[in-house]
Structure formats: structure tokens, C-alpha cells
């Protein structure tokens, strides 16, 4: 068996005195697309910041092919291939489009060349001067990822990138998610809109207070809806 790209095991996580994750146990392997599905407050998000050494107090182990990552600070776990795309996008409002693309520094070899996101992301070329305020919601999704791709990320950790955006833009998403996944991507998203990330997903992990409580593959997704469902609320 290789070594999973990321490998999560017992994983506890505190903000403050409030105890968010209570064991997470979870692996993804290297070119594969992870789902994590779950209500509001279930522990997604805390889980992909708990990953990038985002949250408060960690206890249990986080590998990040095969090496212990729990101790290490955010940017030397950067280092490694991960790059965190929050929900909140972050980008500066008073840069432009390609000044934004420009800014994260190269952290590992691999780095996606300008020209390559831009065929990409063809809007992000057309905008590539205007402020980062002018942006559209969608547009600025694109180059919250973009921004990951630019560091040599090989991993990505994707919070709701779908999230109160046009079908259409949704959509350019769903090809972007593919067109990663064939270039060797590792992708873990954590998705409220199922039937965006129902395509996409090799696997999918449900989370509910703070634990992965059920797992299943994209073959078996017919026959777990229902109970899908009812975890969901949906």
C-alpha cells in the first residue's frame, strides 16, 4: 500500500475552551478527490484548518506523506503541497487581479506558470487589471484557487468554492475540479452544494460532531442517497 498524501488519525481540536473535533480519523491518497459532507458546525471547515495548523490546541497525529505535521507551524506545513482556499477567499481588495496572482511566493517546485491559469481561468486573463473589489463573486473564487496553484500546492483543500455563486461559474468550477484531478491534483472539499460535488468525488466522508461517522466511494453514492439525506438535512 503507498502512503496516503494526507493521513489523519484521532484528530481533537479546541478554539479556545470550546472542543470541536473529538477523533477524526481519515486518509487521502495522492490524486484523489475527497468530499467531506456533514450539517453546518459537523467540523469540515475546523478540519481543513486543523490541517494547516489554523486552529487552536491539536492533539492526535496529521501526516502529510507519511511525515508528522501536528507540531509544525502554518507556513512549513504550506511547504509540504498544501494550499487552503478559505470561504472567505481573501483577496486584496486593493491589488489587482494579477497583482493578487502574483503575490503568494513559489513554496515548492511544481509551481502552475501564469500562462497555464490563465488558459485556465480565461476571466482571470480579461481582468487581470482591475481591483480586486471589481471582481465578480465567481471571478474571485477563480483566483482565490489560482493563488493556491501559483505556490506549487499539490494538495488542495477547497472550502464551499461553490458557495452562493452563478450555475454557470459553478459550473467552470466543476471542469476546474476535473481538469486538476487529471493533472494529478489532490483535492479535499468540503461542499454544501451535493449536487456540484456528487460528480466530482471519488470519495465521500460524512462528519457529524466533530468525527467522520460514515465513509463511501463514488460507486456506492446510488445506494446511500437516502441515508444521505437524513445526515444532511437535505
Not at 487521502?28 to 459532507?37: A, H, K, R
Not at 492526535?60 to 478559505?86: D, N, W
Not at 487581479?97 to 513559489?106: D, R, S
Amino acid at each position: 500500500m503507498a502512503t496516503p498524501f494526507l493521513e489523519i488519525k484521532g484528530l481533537n481540536a479546541w478554539y479556545g475552551e470550546s472542543h470541536v473535533l473529538h477523533g477524526v480519523d481519515l486518509h487521502v491518497d495522492e490524486g484523489e478527490v475527497v468530499t467531506l459532507l456533514g450539517r453546518n458546525g459537523a467540523g469540515r471547515t475546523t478540519t481543513m484548518r486543523a490541517i494547516m495548523g489554523l486552529t487552536g490546541t491539536r492533539k492526535g497525529s496529521i501526516k502529510v506523506k507519511g511525515q508528522e505535521t501536528l507540531g509544525m507551524p502554518t507556513h512549513k506545513v504550506a511547504r509540504l503541497g498544501l494550499g487552503y482556499c478559505p470561504e472567505e477567499r481573501g483577496i486584496f481588495s486593493s491589488l489587482s487581479c494579477e497583482e493578487n496572482l502574483m503575490l503568494p511566493p513559489v513554496l515548492t517546485k511544481g509551481g502552475m506558470p501564469v500562462e497555464q491559469i490563465y488558459a485556465m481561468f480565461p476571466n482571470l486573463k480579461e481582468r487581470a487589471p482591475s481591483q480586486g473589489t471589481r471582481l465578480s463573486g465567481g471571478e474571485q473564487q477563480m483566483l482565490a484557487v489560482a493563488r493556491i496553484l501559483r505556490t506549487g500546492a499539490r494538495l488542495l483543500l477547497l472550502d464551499e468554492i461553490s458557495e452562493g455563486l452563478a450555475p454557470v461559474i459553478v459550473q467552470k468550477l466543476a471542469e476546474m475540479v476535473v481538469a486538476l484531478r487529471k493533472q494529478g491534483y489532490t483535492i479535499v472539499m468540503v461542499e454544501q452544494n451535493f449536487r456540484f460535488a456528487a460528480p466530482l468525488a471519488d470519495r465521500f466522508l460524512v462528519m457529524e460532531h466533530g468525527q467522520v461517522i460514515q465513509q463511501f466511494t463514488q460507486a456506492e453514492l446510488p445506494g446511500r442517497i437516502d441515508k444521505l439525506h437524513e445526515y444532511l438535512g437535505v
